[in-house]
């Protein structure tokens, strides 16, 4: 079996993703054949493998910095949230049922604990080390029960567990500590360390307080890694465009032609794969920036409907802000519409939803002839074409099938005037058709806008997750990390107290189960999650 370790946070948010990528990186340029896991995402950001799993982005991202294919047993489990309360839950890249919160944490998850070990495994015997991300934080007390993708994964795996905590937010050695605290004697036991993330200043006025910490736990920090600005990975939510700080931060690519070209991305509720504008943004000279008010389209070049979750949801929210009227005005105009998967659906004539929302049929914004039916089964590709002559790759995720009855062919959907729609996610990362799609839009706009003829944006990505190797390489203590990969959680490691609260019932993680359902065998997890269905809505 390989070595490993957990990536574990004292928040959410706190850089568990780039540090996972950046040891993937920084290990693959050893020469070491890593791969990253989640054992349970809760995202609407997520990617298409080549044999057609829905997983994490994040984790692909993570992927590409270990130089590896994407693949389900890199996040076997991923939550996609439909509402405050429930989730679809998608099992080794299918989805199996939507779920409530309640009945999720009430014993479906330890369900899934034997497909989370069984995943874990098969990686371990095909890789040196595989780099484990945890989810929020290990010190949910209220959740641990239950908890199969921090230390439940830690015990099962007997990896040591590598803590990052956000110094930008304040408060870091009160969250290490507190959060060793909360853990019981064996889940203590693998927590071999602290990782300090976004730090500003002179470290050396930290070291002080990273003595206290040590004689305070008994545990030593592996490394500060400086604030960096504009890495631009592919995250797992939020507001905001991966590379839009690299552009803007960049001050010497202005424009490559006379003018700029503003993008205004409507923020529609449960917004999936933001990434999508990621390549635009890349672009010198594209400023993108996300909206959820009428007037902030009017300077807009270019105005995108993003994908979303709740497609019905999403059409209400435009006609409530009065961004149903906007895009009904720019269109008659002429002045460029796209729609990218939810929102190109939301352009249609109607949405018919027994599925998503079970709003039955309901009345689109007509911009474009295409009519949608929602169906059981989610389409899920990894689709290759052309369009404005152009080669174009990209990836589906969708319930609804469109019914395309006029327009030009755009991708699988189609264009009218100056509105296009596609289902097809990633589409704008094919460089030579991204920079023939802003010609058209800065021709409609009337904008003196050149794309530049050598923005590749695979390059780019490139040069972020280097970046990423490179603050582990040149930030924390590499040695000290590959003995913990290794040869697991250093010994004699001293109990913190008061510890967790007694649990009630087994947690998960203090012994492998017996029989686990795998990638093959999940039928059974999957009637539990189905069965919750009818519960939950």
């Keep these: 079996m390989s070595g490993g370790l957990l990536v574990a946070g004292t928040t959410s948010d706190a850089g568990k993703s780039v540090v996972t990528a950046g040891i993937c990186r920084w290990l693959v340029r050893r020469g070491v054949k890593v791969a990253p896991f989640k054992a349970q995402n809760m995202s609407l950001n997520s990617f298409v493998t080549r ?4 997983i994490g982005r994040a984790q692909a991202m993570q992927a590409q910095a270990a130089r590896v294919e994407p693949s389900a047993l890199m996040n076997p489990v991923l939550l996609k949230p439909g509402g405050d309360r429930s989730s679809q839950v998608v099992l080794m890249g299918k989805p199996v049922g939507e779920m409530s919160a309640r009945g999720y944490h009430g014993g479906r998850q330890e369900a899934l604990f034997g497909t989370v070990v ?4 098969q990686l371990r015997g095909t890789y040196d080390a595989v780099i484990c991300e945890g989810a929020g934080s290990p010190a949910e007390i209220n959740l641990r029960r239950t908890d199969i993708v921090n230390m439940g994964v830690a015990r099962a795996a007997r990896f040591p567990v590598l803590v990052v905590g956000d110094i930008d937010r304040g408060g870091v050695f009160a969250s290490f500590f507190g959060t060793t605290a909360l853990l019981g004697p064996e889940d203590q036991a693998l927590v071999a360390g602290y990782l300090v993330n976004k730090f500003r200043g002179d470290v050396s006025l930290l070291e002080p307080g990273l003595d206290m910490l040590h004689e305070l736990t008994g545990r030593r920090t592996y490394g500060v890694l400086p604030f960096a600005h504009g890495l631009g990975i592919d995250e797992e939510d939020g507001l905001r465009v991966s590379m839009r700080g690299a552009v803007r931060e960049s001050v010497v690519a202005p424009p490559h032609g006379e003018d700029v070209l503003r993008v205004a991305v409507c923020a529609v509720p449960l917004m999936s794969n933001f990434t999508d504008v990621d390549a635009l943004a890349a672009e010198p000279g594209v400023v993108v920036r996300f909206v959820d008010r009428a007037e902030e389209l009017a300077d807009a070049d270019l105005v995108i409907v993003p994908g979303t979750r709740g497609t019905v949801k999403a059409l209400a929210w435009l006609r409530e802000r009065g961004l149903a009227g906007a895009l009904l005005r720019r269109a008659a105009e002429g002045r460029p519409v796209l729609g990218i998967c939810g929102g190109f659906q939301v352009l249609g004539e109607s949405v018919e939803d027994e599925v998503e929302s079970r709003a039955g049929l309901v009345e689109g914004l007509g911009l474009l002839p295409v009519r949608v039916r929602f169906g059981r089964e989610k389409v899920l590709g990894r689709p290759v074409g052309s369009a404005l002559g152009e080669p174009v790759e990209g990836y589906e995720i969708h319930h609804g099938v469109a019914e395309v009855s006029g327009g030009e062919p755009f991708l699988d959907g189609c264009r009218v005037g100056s509105v296009w729609g596609t289902h097809w996610h990633g589409s704008l990362e094919s460089d030579a058709f991204r920079r023939a799609f802003l010609g058209e839009v ?18 780019l990505r490139e040069e972020q997750l280097d970046r990423l190797g490179d603050l582990i390489e040149e930030h924390a203590d590499t040695d000290a990390l590959w003995r913990l990969i290794e040869s697991g959680p250093p010994r004699g490691l001293p109990f913190v107290p008061p510890g967790a609260p007694r649990a009630e019932g087994r947690v998960v993680g203090a012994s492998v189960p017996t029989t686990r359902p795998g990638p093959a065998g999940t039928s059974g997890v999957a009637g539990a999650v189905e069965h919750e269905t009818e519960e939950a809505l």
């Design 118 to 121: 069984d995943c874990l495994e």
């Design 51 to 54: 044999e057609g799993a829905e």
């Design 442 to 459: 800065a021709r409609a706009a009337g904008r003196r806008f050149t794309a530049a003829p050598d923005t590749s944006f695979e390059a």
